[in-house]
């Protein structure tokens, strides 16, 4: 049972990144999925979230309008598109399975974003 997520690097502010993250060992396509950041500290961010089905998203109201969330059932597969880029983006950016083995779900080891000119 694993989340493994790609796709961070370093993008220029009002560039774009896609992150990916990629589910194995549970039905991927009955659990809703999220996405969280966390800059140095203790507390994780909420980013997005998408409904098992794919039907019904939500997003933090730093990223509405910039970032979108999507899935991919056949790839056990969740998507993260990041436009507009900006330098409080900068975080590393975790994966997040609700409901998968306890309630807190399981987590990837995270991508680190890193937003600069």
């Known amino acids: 049972v694993q989340l493994v997520e790609s796709g961070g690097g370093l993008a220029q502010p009002g560039g774009s990144l896609r992150l990916s993250c990629a589910a194995s060992?549970?039905?991927?396509?009955?659990?809703?999925m999220r996405w969280f950041r966390q800059v140095p500290g203790p507390e994780r961010e909420l980013v997005a979230a998408i409904a098992s089905a794919g039907d019904n998203t939500n997003y933090a109201d730093s990223v509405k309008g910039r970032f979108t969330i999507s899935r991919d059932n056949a790839k056990n597969t969740v998507y993260l598109q990041m436009n507009s880029l900006k330098p409080e983006d900068t975080a590393v950016y975790y994966c997040n399975a609700p409901g998968v083995v306890n309630i807190h779900g399981i987590w990837g080891r995270g991508t680190p974003v890193t937003v600069s000119s």
């Open positions: 060992g549970f039905t991927f396509s009955r659990y809703a």
